[in-house]
């Protein structure tokens, strides 16, 4: 497959190497169908008998036996070390919204390099799917219709002003920072919620319940095909 960039005008699902049950990777393709496979979470893709579009990575969390299931045109190695996989993943999918399971869990470093990679690529329609959550980068005004009640945290790994409506605590004109006030635990009481920020660098994160609305306020391709 070379180097060449995978566009689709469907979701994809990025599969890493941490934690993820079956069900998180159906949840996850039923979303986005396109499953590409990012280093160890190929052993995982191929122990189900799921179809890989492709694969990228240093290699070095692929099995012996998961590469010689895989089609040697499929794979495409990243050894840049100065850059996770997960980082350089993104760089060869193009796609309306990018669903990223089996990067939560396991290490705790693996999983904030995997915050501050949605950071820098904040243009990017991505999101982390974690075992109860789901977060991503507040990169543009968004409203979603939230039940009042749902926990809604907000997370500022750079110093940003956020503006948000429809919550418990208020948070309008804010200004957040990871060393300073952060915004964690808040709580809906009234929708729709609008959140927006002037800056990059917020992450927001919501029970995994409300995948399918936020998928829905992310993507980036034709509104005929979001799911």
């Known amino acids: 497959m070379g180097c060449r960039v ?24 039923r979303v986005a169908p396109n499953l590409f496979g990012v280093d160890g979470g190929a052993n995982r893709a191929v122990s189900l008998g799921l179809d890989i579009l492709g694969v990228s990575g240093d290699f070095d969390s692929i099995s012996d036996a998961t590469r010689a299931e895989l089609d040697p045109s499929i794979l495409i190695e990243t050894p840049d070390q100065n850059r996770t996989d997960f980082d350089k993943a993104l760089d060869l999918v193009d796609a309306p919204v990018i669903l990223c399971a089996g990067f939560t869990g396991k290490r705790m470093d693996h999983q904030l390099a995997c915050y501050s990679v949605l950071v820098r690529r904040a243009r990017k329609p991505a999101i982390l799917l974690g075992e109860e959550d789901v977060c991503f980068h507040l990169s543009h005004e968004v ?15 750079a110093r940003v002003v956020a503006n948000c409506t429809g919550l418990r605590w208020p948070v309008e004109g804010l200004e957040l920072a990871p060393w300073g006030q952060i915004g964690t635990s808040n709580e ?6 609008t959140l927006s920020a002037e800056g990059e660098g917020l992450l927001v994160i919501l029970p995994r319940a409300f995948l399918t609305q936020v998928v829905r306020v992310l993507w980036q391709g034709d509104p005929a095909l979001c799911p």
């Not at 409203?143 to 790994?157: E, H, I, V």
């Not at 809906?188 to 919620?193: F, K, N």
């Open 6 to 29: 995978l566009r689709l005008d469907e979701g994809v699902t990025l599969l890493g190497g941490g934690q993820s049950s079956a069900k998180d990777i159906a949840e996850s393709l």
């Open 143 to 157: 409203t979603l219709d939230l039940p009042a009640g749902t926990r809604l945290s907000l997370f500022p790994m």
């Open 188 to 193: 809906v009481t009234e929708s729709p919620v």
